[in-house]
């Protein structure tokens, strides 16, 4: 997982599957990032395939531990299996999903989309 921090905003890149390996990998990762109130968490889930259940549950994790930090937390680029889980779930009413990175950064940048949830 690539993990980059600019200013406010902290970019979460993982690869491949967020399966119960690659979902507990994931959380354990994002939350050695210590919170700070009114930062903002994106995941860039460009270059992951595939999202099982377990997946689903670190996200969440990650999701309650961001919020009750004053973190707001967002996906951006999911790919159609991943997205498909999230709507047979609902939990795509429960994430804020972009498009792409680009739509998070601009909106950041013209301070349409505020930083803290």
Same mark, same amino acid.
Request: aromatic share 6%; glycine share 4%.
């Given at each position: ?32 990032? =210590?919170?700070?109130?009114? +930062? &903002? ?10 999202? !099982?259940?377990?997946? *689903? %549950? ?26 498909? =889980?999230?709507?047979?779930? +609902? &939990? ?10 680009? !739509?998070?950064?601009? *909106? %950041? ?9």
């Amino acid at each position: 997982m690539t993990l980059k921090q600019k200013h406010q905003v902290v970019l979460f890149q993982p690869q491949g599957s967020i399966d119960l390996e690659g979902g507990v990998a994931l959380s354990n990762e994002m939350l050695k990032v =210590v919170p700070q109130s009114h +930062q &903002l968490w994106v995941i860039d889930l460009a270059a992951v395939d595939f999202m !099982d259940s377990s997946g *689903l %549950v670190s996200l969440v994790k990650v999701l309650t531990a961001a919020r009750q930090s004053g973190c707001r937390l967002v996906l951006c680029d999911v790919k159609a299996p991943v997205r498909l =889980v999230l709507e047979l779930t +609902q &939990l795509d009413s429960v994430f804020e999903i972009f498009d792409t990175y680009e !739509d998070v950064h601009s *909106l %950041v940048h013209d301070r349409r989309l505020a930083l803290a949830s």
